[in-house]
């Protein structure tokens, strides 16, 4: 089992909403959790609607929707843990109870503000797959997403089926990066990402940042306007302090220090 010591702070959610998805006026569905100590840097965010299994109600996305636009603003913010607060569950997918009751054109504005959502955290090709099980077609990036991770052939034989995989078999599939052994807290699989953002932590933010713009377009389009986007983000990261520090920590051959300038 991974340990890992660290300064907790309490979770609160980043804004003032009485309401929730569930019709009761308690915790909100989305907490925020900075990291101290060590681990400063780091900020959990808790998905907690225990009663729907942390399903992806209007409430649900709404305030993740407005979690995610306060901390994009905030340069404290160095890596970010998606964790559920359901004890057995990450995260059910859609919300069908709730959608059912929906009007038409309801349920395309929905759609489209949950499509946005996973476009932040890239994810939705999982919880396309449960759509289908149910008679519904992946509408949150599953059809475009998943192909370009499997491949067509695979990403249709999933999402024609429905299939359910367990973590071993996504893992087989290169559809998570890391299947762990679960533990008697039933947390590993959290103590394995926040060993994964801890060492990403110490890396320089802008370059990390940028790196991930570069690959996320790149992934867009062709190669060689990939290349293009790749120059632009490197081009942003040459005037950095966070370079010339890097640059001047491996020339005298101490571990560097980043700052995000």
Not at 117 to 139: K, Y
Not at 205 to 211: E, K, N, Q, S, T
Request: proline share 4%; charged share 25%.
């Amino acid at each position: 089992m991974l340990r890992v010591l660290c300064l907790l702070r309490p979770w609160r959610p980043l804004w003032a909403r009485g309401c929730a998805s569930d019709g009761a006026a308690a915790a909100s569905e989305i907490q925020v959790r900075a990291l101290a100590g060590p681990d400063q840097g780091i900020t959990e965010i808790l998905m907690n609607r225990p009663r729907a299994r942390n399903a992806l109600g209007n409430v649900f996305v709404s305030e993740l929707l407005e979690t995610l636009a306060q901390l994009r603003e905030d340069r404290q913010v160095r890596v970010l843990l998606f964790r559920s607060g359901v004890k057995g569950v990450f995260c059910a997918g859609a919300d069908l109870k709730e959608r059912e009751q929906m009007s038409e054109a309801e349920v395309g504005v929905f759609v489209q503000r949950l499509r946005g959502l996973m476009n932040d955290i890239a994810s939705s090709a999982i919880m396309g797959l449960i759509e289908t099980t149910r008679g519904l077609l992946p509408g949150a990036g599953g059809t475009q997403r998943l192909p370009r991770c499997l491949g067509v052939a695979l990403a249709k034989e999933l999402i024609f089926t429905g299939r359910r995989l367990s973590g071993t078999e996504a893992h087989a599939l290169g559809l998570v990066n890391h299947a762990v052994a679960q533990n008697e807290e039933g947390d590993a699989a959290y103590h394995r990402a926040r060993a994964l953002a801890q060492e990403i932590l110490p890396q320089a933010p802008i370059a990390v940042r940028l790196g991930k713009v570069a690959i996320d377009r790149g992934m867009e389009v062709d190669i060689a306007s990939g290349m293009a986007i790749e120059g632009m983000c490197y081009a942003q990261n040459i005037p950095t302090r966070d370079r010339l520090e890097g640059m001047a920590a491996f020339r005298e051959k101490r571990p560097p220090t980043f700052v995000g300038e």
